[in-house]
C-alpha cells in the first residue's frame, strides 16, 4: 500500500448517499476543523485555540505555511473573508440552519496567523460549526463562489 | 427550503439532486498534512450507475467500480463472498427512530405513558437482527453507542410487550384515543424496519397497523409538512435516518432535530425540559461537561420516550480487494485512501 509519498492510482467511486455533495466539499476544501475518522473534531487549517469569557470567545490560531490548491497562502485573512461571506446569508448550509453562527456574532483578526471570535451567548458547539465555514482563496470568492456565479445567491449553497 | 421556526429564524433546506455523470478530484500534493494524505492521484465519482449496478461491477469486475458506498445489510453477504470486493465497515454515527407525532389526533400519543409502550413493544434484538441482518446496534435514546465510550452509554427500553399494553390501555382509557388504526410511516429504504415495527406494535398493543412507505418524490412534501409543522402529519410514527456531523455534535444534530424547539423532525409541542438542557450545553466549552449534559438529554428523550429509538445501523461499504479504504463515522473521504500494486490503476 502506499503510505506516503507522491499520491499514487485512481479509484472509481458510486456513492448514492444524499451528502455526496457535501462530501465532495469535505474531500476537496479545507476548513478550520475537520471530522477524524471515529467521527470526533480534529485540528485542520486550526493549529490550536482557546475559549475565553466562559464561551463567549473563542481564539483560533490558524496554521502557518498551509496554503490552497492555487499557491495563495491560507491565513487570518482567508479566515475572516470565509467568515464575512458565511454571514452574509440567512441559511447558507443545506443541512439547516444549526450550523449558523448567531446574528452579533464577530471576528476579527490578531496577528497573521490568529482570529478571535465573539459570540453575543456562549456557544459550546462553535468548534463544530467551523467545519461549514468553507475557507477559500481569493479567485473563489471573486468567481464562482458558493452558488453566486450560478445562482445569484448563496443561501443554501455552502 | 422550509422555515421551521421564526424567532429565532430556523430552517432546513429540502434538496432534490442534479448530479454530472461523473465528477473527477484530482489530487493535491503540497497538501500540509502529508501523514494524512493524498495517497490517491485521481478519484472519479461515478453517477451513471444504479446502487445495484455499481454494487454487482466491485463484486464481479476490476477497474469499472472500486467503491460503493451504502450497502444494504442484505447485500453485504453477497459483498463478503464476492471475488474482487471485501465489505468494509465502520460504527456509524448515525441514527434509525421513529418520530412520534405527539398531535396525532385520534390517538393517546401526548401522554408519556402511550409513547413508552411503543418503546415497549418494540424487539429491537429482532428489529437489528432480521432487519439489519446483525449490523446495526440497539438504540437506547438517539444516540448511537459509537458516539460515546462504553461506560457513557445508556441502556435500551427492554422489551416488555406485556408492560406496553398495560402502559398503552392506561393512557388510552385517560386521555380517550385509541379506536382507530396506528399508523407507521417509513421514508425511503426503511420500509422492513417500518414493517418489523408494525407487527411488533400490533402484536403488544392489540391495535390495527398501517405502514405507508415514501420513496423518491413522494419524501419532500413529508419532510416539508413536518418542518413547518403548520399542517397536520399523516401518519403517527414517521421512521427515518439521521446523522450527526461529529460525535460532539451529537445532540445539536439528531436530539435537536427530533425534539428541539428548532427541530426539523418534532412532531408536537417543544418540550420546555428539553430546551432547558440544550441551552445548558450551549453554555459548555469543555469535553467532559459537554458529555454529561449531552447523556442527560439523551436520558430525558429515552425516559420521556421523545422518540420511537430503534437502531444505529453499520456504514457497510464494498471495496475492490487491492484498495485500502478507511471507513470514517461520520463522512466520507479518501486521504487515507491508497492503493497496492497490484490495483488496475498502477499494474
Known amino acids: ?158 | 427550503m422550509a422555515v421551521t421556526q421564526m424567532d429565532p429564524f430556523a430552517a432546513t433546506w429540502l434538496q432534490r439532486e442534479d448530479r454530472t455523470s461523473k465528477v473527477r478530484l484530482t489530487a493535491n500534493p503540497d497538501y500540509w498534512d502529508k501523514d494524512r494524505g493524498p495517497r490517491l492521484r485521481e478519484v472519479v465519482l461515478r453517477n451513471d450507475l444504479t446502487p445495484e449496478e455499481a454494487l454487482d461491477l466491485v463484486c464481479t469486475t476490476e477497474g469499472e467500480v472500486d467503491v460503493v458506498t451504502e450497502v444494504s445489510p442484505a447485500d453485504a453477504e453477497k459483498v463478503e463472498n464476492s471475488e474482487h470486493a471485501e465489505l468494509v465497515s465502520t460504527e456509524a454515527i448515525f441514527t434509525v427512530a421513529g418520530v412520534i407525532n405527539r398531535d396525532a389526533e385520534g390517538l393517546p400519543l401526548a401522554d408519556r405513558r402511550a409513547r413508552l409502550a411503543l418503546n415497549l413493544a418494540v424487539d429491537r434484538e429482532r428489529l437489528v437482527r432480521e432487519t439489519m441482518f446483525g449490523r446495526a446496534t440497539p438504540l437506547a435514546g438517539l444516540t448511537p453507542p459509537a458516539a460515546v465510550p462504553e461506560e457513557g452509554r445508556l441502556k435500551p427500553h427492554s422489551h416488555d410487550p406485556g408492560r406496553a399494553a398495560e402502559l398503552w390501555n392506561e393512557a388510552r382509557s385517560e386521555t380517550g384515543g385509541g379506536e382507530r388504526p396506528l399508523r407507521v410511516a417509513a421514508l425511503g429504504g426503511l420500509e422492513d424496519v417500518a414493517r418489523a415495527v408494525a407487527a411488533d406494535l400490533e402484536g403488544a398493543l392489540s391495535v390495527g397497523v398501517e405502514v405507508v412507505v415514501y420513496r423518491g418524490e413522494e419524501e419532500l412534501p413529508v419532510r416539508r409538512r413536518l418542518a413547518e409543522k403548520k399542517l397536520a402529519q399523516g401518519w403517527d410514527v414517521l421512521i427515518l435516518g439521521h446523522g450527526a456531523q461529529f460525535a460532539e455534535s451529537v445532540v445539536a444534530e439528531l436530539h435537536r432535530a427530533f425534539a428541539g424547539a428548532t427541530g426539523e423532525f418534532r412532531a408536537g409541542p417543544a418540550v420546555p425540559e428539553f430546551e432547558s438542557l440544550f441551552a445548558e450545553l450551549a453554555a459548555k466549552t469543555a469535553p467532559p461537561e459537554q458529555a454529561e449534559v449531552s447523556q442527560r438529554i439523551d436520558r430525558l428523550v429515552r425516559d420521556e420516550s421523545l422518540a420511537l429509538s430503534l437502531c444505529a445501523p453499520r456504514a457497510l461499504y464494498a471495496v475492490n480487494k487491492h484498495v485500502d479504504f478507511t471507513p470514517y463515522r461520520t463522512s466520507f473521504e479518501f486521504a487515507e485512501t491508497s492503493v497496492d500494486d497490484g490495483h488496475w490503476s498502477r499494474r
Open chain 1, 1 to 158: 500500500m502506499v503510505e506516503r509519498g507522491d499520491p499514487a492510482g485512481t479509484i472509481k467511486v458510486v456513492d448514492p448517499s444524499p451528502l455526496n455533495w457535501l462530501y465532495i466539499t469535505y474531500n476537496t476544501v479545507e476548513e478550520l476543523v475537520r471530522a477524524a475518522p471515529d467521527g470526533t473534531i480534529e485540528p485542520a487549517a486550526m493549529e490550536t485555540y482557546r475559549w475565553k469569557d466562559e464561551g463567549r470567545t473563542l481564539e483560533v490560531d490558524v496554521r502557518e505555511g498551509n496554503r490552497f490548491p492555487d499557491g495563495e497562502p491560507l491565513t487570518a485573512h482567508s479566515v475572516e473573508r470565509a467568515f464575512d461571506e458565511v454571514m452574509l446569508w440567512a441559511s447558507p448550509h443545506p443541512p439547516g440552519t444549526q450550523f449558523n453562527f448567531a446574528p452579533g456574532t464577530t471576528l476579527e483578526v490578531t496577528g497573521e496567523h490568529g482570529v478571535r471570535f465573539r459570540f453575543p451567548e456562549p456557544d459550546g458547539q462553535a468548534l463544530g460549526k467551523l467545519r461549514a465555514m468553507h475557507v477559500m482563496s481569493t479567485p473563489f470568492w471573486e468567481g464562482p463562489g458558493f452558488g453566486y456565479e450560478r445562482q445569484g445567491s448563496g443561501e443554501g449553497h455552502w
